[in-house]
């Protein structure tokens, strides 16, 4: 009856792919600590990408059945189903917190969220005041409030909230990509210098680590390598793939003879790339420059036919990436762009300026880098042969 010793049992059942040994364990944890929110979001979010529609969501009517309404597992609820595309589903349970909790300030943020994606702007602004007000110095509600704003057509209090969440975090990539949008829907001449496409989006040939014939030997090998870890059926809630699947924990730490080659490749074109920045002790990109640099985040993404990536920005990252490691057929076409990775355009929609102003065409053994608070995502493709990739902050 060990928390601790079942969780760890259930992380590493998932490590080793046996998702549903995993998702047993953690429904254990469930009955014995049913409080416990985090146990629910792994226990669900595992549940999606192993294909258990079965388990999805169930322990939360599990609890509620026996111990009521938690404002804490009801918004936890609300949310797997907003990443879901059930906002009819979600809103409910979030005014049920509210009721219970008015001053929740997550609550507050997803439904001002969801309410400005429908255009009720003056009933969204309100609940992100809530939350700014309850918690000021959480930066996600600043930046979903500026991005709800940025709906509204009211960039310039869009940038306040930008800034306001600056103050709070200086390198706060995703109020870095607020104010991209901002800086361009008022005509400000900041945004060219915040976003230098040219100068900032660069793609290098990685090395060739010895043993291989070429290029393509190399990433077909790899390939075979990286198809051992993509264990599940579908994609993950929380991130930008659609149409396919990502590695979990953190690619770059494996023992693999392969992912470290690949991993110290890639390092020597990143370390390329940051000696190549000059100083500048005002800018978010290049005031971070150091000659040292580690990896936060790293992994592998496999992409079906008709997948994609939605258009994001990397909240966790300095430089951002795509390595790629094998690529469909239908990437010649010029027009269509099919699979190609596009700089520019944001995940809402704005019309006028919000579009892509810049697409690069992938290339096998080709690395990508640019500022993780460029706005970016991938172009779908039609294909019998699927995308992978490695990409990392």
Known sequence: DSQDALLALANNLKGAGRHDEALNTLWRVVELQPMQVEVHDELNRLAWMAGRKD????????????????????????????????AQSAEPLLRRALEIAPAHGAANALLGRMLARRGRFDESFQAFATATRTEPDVTAYRNEFGYALMLGREPSQALAQFEAARKVNPVDQLALGGLCLAYRALGDSRYHDLVDIERFVRSYPIRLPPGYADVRAYNDALAEELAKLHTT????????????????????????KMIEEVRDAIAEAVAEYV???????????????????GFTHSWSCKLRSSGFHTNHVHPMGWISSAYYVS?????DDQTKRQGWLKFGESHLGLGGDDRPEHFVRPTIGHLVL???????????????????????D
């Open 370 to 392: 640019f500022p993780s608070y460029f706005w970016h995502g991938t172009v779908p493709f039609e294909s019998t042969s699927d995308r992978m990739t490695i990409a990392f």
């Open 275 to 293: 000696a190549a920045m000059p100083a500048h002790p005002d800018h978010p990109l290049l005031s971070r420059k150091e000659s040292e640099f």
């Open 55 to 86: 388990m999805f969501l169930k322990s939360f009517a599990y609890v509620r059945e026996r111990h009521g309404d938690d404002p804490a597992l009801l918004f936890s609820e609300a949310q797997l189903r907003v990443q879901r595309n059930d």
């Open 327 to 331: 690529l469909p057929d239908a990437l």
């Open 233 to 256: 059926v579908v994609e993950p809630l929380d991130q930008t793939l659609r149409g396919g699947t990502q590695t979990g924990g953190l690619l770059f730490t494996r023992k693999s």
